[in-house]
Every structure is written in C-alpha cells, then in structure tokens.
C-alpha cells in the first residue's frame, strides 16, 4: 500500500555512469516532484511535473533528465555522474486542488546514492 | 542569504520537555507555512500546516506564524522519545504544484 514509492533504494557507482532512478505513486495525484538533500539534510527541488508536463526546473545541471510517461510515473536519469551528485534523492506527488490545506505533498523513502 | 534559516541543532532534551523549534524567512511572497519531520532514512512527513498568522495547534504540537516578524515556530509538549527527528520548516507563495522551500532541518533528540 505504499503511496510514493522509489527504485532503487541504494545506489552505488562510479565516476561517468549514467543510472535511474524510478518513483511511482498510486494516491492518483497529477503533480509529481524530484529533490535533492545533501549531507547537511538540505533539501532543494530539482523538478516538478504536473499531468506530464515540466512546471518547475530549478537551476540544474542538464546531466539531470527527468521523463514522466504518465501522471503516476517520474523518472529520473543522470549522465556522467560526478562526486558532488551523492546525496539522497526524494520523488514527492501532490493533488492541484486549489485548496493549500489539501495540496499536501507526500515524500517517498529515498534514494541513497554515492558515487565512488 | 538563504531564503529560509533554520538552527539545525543538534537539540538533545529530556523526555517531557517542551521542545521550541524556529525558522525565519525573507520572502514576504510565503504564505504557506509547513512543519515536516523527518525520521533518519525515511521521507519527510508533513507533520503541521498554517496559513494565515497566529497559532495552530493538533495534539501536542503548536505551530505558531508571526508574518510580521518574517517567524514561524513548532513547539512540541511533553515530549516523548518517538519525537527523536528532524524536523524541517517548509514554505511556499501558491498552491497547485509550487516549490516548497525548505530550511536545513534541525534534529531532535528526546533522551528517555
């Protein structure tokens, strides 16, 4: 029953690759978000995604792609991973109702990557 | 300048105590204001949630806005062990998918 959940949980790899990481959720909200906490648990959106369509895209290097094929899925790809990407990434939905107490963003568990 | 400042401790209390947590802002476009906590290698939850200044409370916890003065607190009553988190003030000028901005987070520990 998990709402927001992440693939992988931990990522480990080297300097130059490219990996994935997938976020599904199943609340049936129509915006989906990726954000970065850093080691100090500083935590900065990268990307928003409402019904497929890119809303928000901070000041991100453009080694960052994310893919949203549709409202329940956002996906991110990262190319030529450096030292600085290590930190734990979060994928985030939230439902546009207009309505701030109702427009809650829920957080999955992370996704731990270290690049070596 | 960050946007949001927030003390991140560490705070270290005994069991029972009244816990204060702060944040200040220099956006005045905020108008929402968010408490998450966070528990070590999970996702935020979003724990309070204020709108307009003054107090809000739910349980033991109190969230408290002062626009005036740019201010937001979390007090947390008679705290107990299972509070042991961080908790991270977040704020936002709309709705509908806009970014929360977060502050660094302060981390609480509630010693039995």
């Known amino acids: 029953d998990t709402a927001v959940s992440q693939t992988p949980k931990y990522l480990v790899t080297q300097m130059g690759n490219d990996k994935s990481i997938k976020c599904e959720q199943n609340?049936?909200?129509?915006?989906m978000y990726w954000y970065k906490q850093d080691s100090k648990k500083f935590l900065k959106i990268m990307f928003s995604?409402?019904?497929?369509?890119?809303?928000i895209n901070e000041t991100v290097p453009n080694r960052f792609s994310p893919k949203s094929p549709d409202k329940a899925h956002l996906n991110l790809h990262i190319n030529s991973l450096e030292l600085g990407d290590s930190a734990v990434y979060f994928c985030?939905?939230?439902?546009?109702?207009?309505?701030?107490?109702?427009?809650?963003?829920?957080f999955g568990p992370g996704t731990r990557l270290t690049v070596l | 300048q960050k946007e949001v400042e927030q003390d991140p401790g560490p705070l270290s209390v005994p069991e029972g105590a009244i816990v204060s947590l702060n944040c200040t802002y220099s956006n005045s476009a905020f108008q929402y204001f968010m408490w998450y906590r966070q528990y070590s290698r999970k996702g935020p939850e979003l724990l309070m949630y204020?709108?307009?200044?003054g107090n809000k409370e739910d349980g033991r916890f109190t969230a408290q806005v002062d626009k005036s003065s740019k201010y937001i607190s979390l007090f947390i009553r008679d705290s107990q062990p299972s509070d042991s988190a961080t908790y991270l003030c977040?704020?936002?000028?709309?709705?509908?998918?806009?970014?929360?901005?977060f502050g660094e987070g302060t981390q609480l520990t509630v010693n039995p």
């Open positions: 204020t709108y307009s200044s």
């Open positions: 609340l049936g909200h129509d915006t």
């Open positions: 985030a939905s939230s439902q546009a109702t207009g309505r701030p107490s109702t427009d809650t963003q829920y």
């Open positions: 977040a704020m936002t000028w709309g709705t509908s998918g806009s970014r929360l901005t």
């Open positions: 995604y409402n019904n497929k369509e890119l809303i």
